[in-house]
């Protein structure tokens, strides 16, 4: 779904509710890592003021990615805001150096682009199945093991009082 400049300052307010499909093969082109989407259902609206557009929507959709420890599929609800600010006008007015907007080169805004780049950028970094929260477990196998960074910072830790010339006088000592 895309607009034309010309056409959202004519009517000033475009109010769109749309249900996108066929978005999910775009999103794991440019995310391996993503194992499935469902329909991205986006509500929002494009604005003109001045010599910006404003583009702000809402989607909800079901995103599955694998799981941080296992890789075993886990299905995500979610639902993002997004708040975009476009302008067509010379970057080099003074008018805008404040501003923090998109140029756009050709005179259309296109929502398909913007929705694949947020549903990337939102994915989250960390993705745990229910069992994996509930428990404290990493996996493991013959000679080595997932730590938390907590475990990771304690053994650190002991390591260097192990090794330090005072760690010899601590066992001496029974401690």
């Known amino acids: 779904m895309e607009w034309t400049i010309e056409e959202i300052r004519?009517?000033?307010?475009?109010?769109?509710?749309?249900v996108f499909?066929?978005?999910?093969p775009i999103i794991k082109s440019?995310?391996?890592?993503?194992?499935?989407?469902?329909?991205v259902h986006v509500v929002g609206d494009v604005?003109?003021?001045?010599e910006l557009i404003?583009?702000?929507?809402?989607?909800?959709?079901?995103?599955?990615?694998?799981?941080?420890?296992?890789l075993a599929p886990v299905e995500l609800p979610t639902r993002i805001h997004i708040s975009e600010t476009y302008s067509d006008a010379d970057l080099e007015d003074p008018e805008?150096?404040?501003e923090e907007f998109f140029p756009l080169d050709d005179q259309t805004l296109s929502l398909d682009e913007s929705l694949t780049d947020s549903i990337i950028l939102e994915k989250p970094t960390q993705v745990l199945t229910e069992e994996e929260?509930?428990?404290?477990?990493?996996?493991?196998?013959?000679g080595w093991q997932v730590l938390s960074e907590e475990a990771y910072a304690e053994?650190?830790?002991?390591e260097k009082l192990e090794n330090s010339p005072f760690g010899v006088l601590r066992e001496s000592f029974g401690n």
């Open 21 to 24: 499909h066929d978005i999910e």
């Open 10 to 18: 004519r009517q000033t307010s475009i109010h769109f509710d749309e």
């Open 30 to 39: 440019r995310d391996p890592a993503v194992l499935g989407l469902s329909s």
């Open 133 to 142: 929260e509930k428990s404290n477990s990493f996996p493991s196998g013959q």
């Open 155 to 158: 053994q650190k830790l002991r």
């Open 96 to 98: 805008f150096n404040d």
């Open 54 to 70: 404003l583009l702000e929507f809402a989607a909800t959709y079901v995103l599955t990615l694998p799981s941080s420890r296992s």
């Open 47 to 50: 604005k003109a003021e001045a």
